[in-house]
């Protein structure tokens, strides 16, 4: 048995701390269970349940969490998503390291066990756009939003709790409105670094004759630049 806390990336530090509800956790795609662990240890959870669709890793997180003491707290579960899960046993649902599309698709699966639980934690690595629609789609209200970077990656993390929310814009569906509302840091120095992309690619696709792609391609840079403008504008930048 190991009497070491275990040690988790900042990124997943900082998606642990958005777990507000202190029951059980269901941490789907759960790897190799140290989330789970780390939730457990340091009193965010009172239980756990490591979900993953795949043996190899699902019999790891088994392994670490026997090692760490923790069998009694925390159960390993066989599950496509949030299929192998029943309605009201879990307080919180927790996913990170995966797409929006397929968060969603998670989500949308099981859509019982969803709506009985007290909150979800989410931290879509793209099309978080797909991510903030479908909570407010399923009458769930978006309390706290971040972005964290680690290992030269942006990512982005939200808390979102069952509730009415007026619907976004289109711009704060896709950047986030909490993000730009709170003046995040770290999400001033992602909208600068995607402006300087746009800048330097936008130049090269100034021609008359742009081809069909080329073109679209051109128009959908133009609206992204214009709309981080807009942002950044209303942070004071």
Sequence with gaps: ??????????????????????????????DHGFT?????QNGLARGAVAADINKKPLAKAEKNIREYGLSEKISVRLSDGAKGLKEGEIDTILI????????TKILGESLEVVNSSYELVLSPQSEVHLVRRFLHRQGFKITDEAMVYDKNKYYVIIRAVKGFEEAYSECEYIYGKL???????????YLLKEKKRIEKILPCLTSENLSGKALERKLLLEDEYNMITKV???MGR
């Excluded at 048995?1 to 759960?30: E, F, P």
């Excluded at 990170?96 to 968060?103: E, N, P, Q, T, V």
């Excluded at 730009?180 to 840091?185: I, T, W, Y």
Aim: charged fraction near 25%.
């Design 1 to 30: 048995m190991s009497s070491t806390g275990v040690k988790i990336s900042d990124r997943l530090l900082r998606v642990a701390s958005y777990v507000k509800s202190k029951g059980i956790v269901a941490d789907i795609g759960c």
């Design 36 to 40: 789970s662990i780390y939730l457990v």
């Design 96 to 103: 990170s390291g995966m797409g929006g599309a397929l968060i």
């Design 179 to 189: 993000l730009a509302d709170r003046k995040d840091e770290i999400f001033k120095r």
């Design 232 to 234: 950044l504008g209303n």
